[in-house]
């Protein structure tokens, strides 16, 4: 018999925790921007199970990496996205993609945004990708050859932007060469605006409208009419040349397509306000993760200069070798996997993930009641010793089964990092995520020596937080590789 099974559950009111304040709980103890930093804390004090109060909402944390998959893989049936969240996006008018949605809807619209992020679709995007890889290229070897910093996060950001405009839409938007892309501008005004209200304790928008307020809801109209007119024009594309319902070379046409489908028994036909709410998500959650966990990767390679340089001598035997142009051949850079995989260990863009109890349920010997919310911390276990050996340090070998590290750590290391969630709500964009990296680091560490990446004034870059973990600003100093370099005068001559 299992002798946990015969232990009495415990309550949420008894188990450790923060002292709480009156009416606001452990609200002004937190600081929004370093929540993740006061969740970890707390764990180290109370232990990986511990209470939580934010205003009326009461939490459970689990820090936990078991317990945490136990919970990721019950949703949809006994977990689901906050309440809290659903209110705040209809609040503010914001539509309820895949990562929002519930129930039924949710299942049909998993079925859409699975159809166009499906292998053979994300495949088939590589060499846009690379367009836009080498255009970043260009703009880095300007600056680099007259010796210039580079503003990372801004460019990194324009870089995603153009991947995810291009893929989303067929758009050629090249922020890069210095353009404005119009809907990614009024993009800047949701994420912080969701983050602010998610930590707010009291919802003041519901009876006051701030400026910012008034912003956000100009911002959301205009994304909207603009994804709208992407909608119109993607189906006038698909209805012109037939062969691309075969084979959609976008996002959009792919869920236009996958929305046509027969739905299955049980799931609400889909209209063009879930293609439209899926575009939006994809583009909010596409932008900013990937950028922050490139960034992440840069600077902890400026800091380790033996890794940075095996991750060159890869990517250089690769291209003498048979190049870099496919998908397959991407695939086939070991260690520069196991570079963005520690990276995601150390630096997850989601250190924390909120969920709530659909029912009575119980999780690690603690009665849940349903509506109780439930914070699973990411990144304890992942910073434990006991877990990883030397966790702080970056060290992508353990990540690989060459023989350089103990044959079952990338086994071990993939059950408790979990950078893309787990369960049926893992990030359907995963996949395309990996290959954005990939592409871009094979464009970086091909053309470029990396001199310094950090901020200006050389102390330590910080952890913020904004609904996703980034670092402060830094900046970049690059030196042209004399192979990259004589392309470049080719290519203008």
């Known amino acids: 018999m299992d002798a946990s099974a015969s232990r009495p559950l415990r309550q949420w009111a008894d188990l450790p925790g923060p ?6 709980g452990n609200a002004l103890q937190v600081r929004p921007e370093r929540l993740h930093r ?5 764990a180290q004090d109370y232990g990986p199970v511990y209470r939580l109060q934010i205003g009326p909402i009461r939490v459970l944390v689990l820090g936990d990496h078991e317990q945490a998959q136990a919970v990721l893989k019950a949703r949809p049936e006994l977990y689901s996205r906050p309440n809290h969240l659903r209110n705040i996006a209809r609040d503010m008018g914001l539509p309820l993609g895949v990562f929002i949605a519930e129930g039924a809807e949710w299942q049909a619209q998993r079925r859409m945004v699975m159809a166009s992020f499906a292998p053979q679709h994300v495949r088939a995007y590589l060499p846009a990708l690379q367009r836009v890889a080498h255009r970043l290229r260009r703009r880095w070897l300007q600056a680099a050859e007259q010796q210039q910093p580079i503003d990372l996060h801004e460019d990194l950001m324009r870089f995603t932007v153009d991947v995810i405009a291009g893929l989303a839409f ?8 210095g353009g404005e892309d119009v809907i990614q501008r009024h993009l800047n005004a949701i994420f912080p605006a969701l983050y602010r209200r998610l930590v707010a304790v009291v919802p003041y928008w519901r009876w006051m409208q701030l400026p910012q307020d008034r912003q956000l809801a100009r911002s959301l109209v205009s994304v909207r009419a603009a ?3 992407f909608i119109v024009e993607a189906r006038l594309r698909l209805k012109l040349d037939p062969q691309r319902r075969e084979h959609p070379p ?4 792919a869920m236009i397509m996958a929305a046509e489908a027969t739905p299955e028994a049980n799931q609400p036909a889909l209209t063009d306000d879930d293609i439209a709410a899926n575009v939006m998500t994809m583009l909010l959650a596409g932008e900013d993760t990937t950028a922050h966990t490139l960034a992440w990767l840069l600077h902890l390679l400026s800091q380790h200069p033996d890794k940075l340089a095996r991750a060159q001598q890869e990517v250089e035997a690769a291209l003498a070798q048979h190049g870099l142009g496919t998908p397959a051949q991407l695939d086939a850079l070991p260690y520069l996997d196991a570079c963005i995989n520690e990276t995601m260990r150390l630096k997850p863009v989601a250190p924390y993930l909120v969920s709530e109890a659909t029912c009575d349920t119980v999780i690690g010997q603690v009665q849940v009641p349903a509506g109780m919310q439930v914070w699973c911390l990411m990144r304890r276990d992942c910073l434990a010793n006991a877990h990883f050996p030397d966790a702080t340090t970056f060290r992508p ?3 690989l089964s060459d023989g350089s590290e103990d044959a079952e750590a990338p086994a071990a290391a993939k059950r408790v990092s979990m950078p893309f969630g787990a369960g049926p709500r893992i990030c359907p964009g995963r996949y395309l995520a990996l290959m954005e990296m990939k592409v871009f680091l094979t464009m970086l560490l091909s053309s470029f020596e990396v001199s310094s990446v950090g901020r200006a ?4 870059v910080d952890e913020v937080m904004g609904f996703v973990m980034m670092p402060e600003p830094m900046q970049m100093r690059l030196r042209p590789r004399a192979a990259a370099s004589q392309q470049q005068q080719r290519q203008s001559a």
Not at 38 to 42: A, F
Not at 250 to 253: A, F, G, H, W
């Open 19 to 24: 002292r709480t304040w009156p009416l606001v």
């Open 38 to 42: 006061d969740l970890e804390t707390w």
């Open 170 to 177: 067929g758009a050629e938007v090249q922020t890069i060469d």
């Open 227 to 229: 994804i709208d007119d």
């Open 250 to 253: 976008n996002l959009l046409e």
């Open 397 to 399: 070998e353990r990540w």
């Open 457 to 460: 004034d050389g102390q330590p």
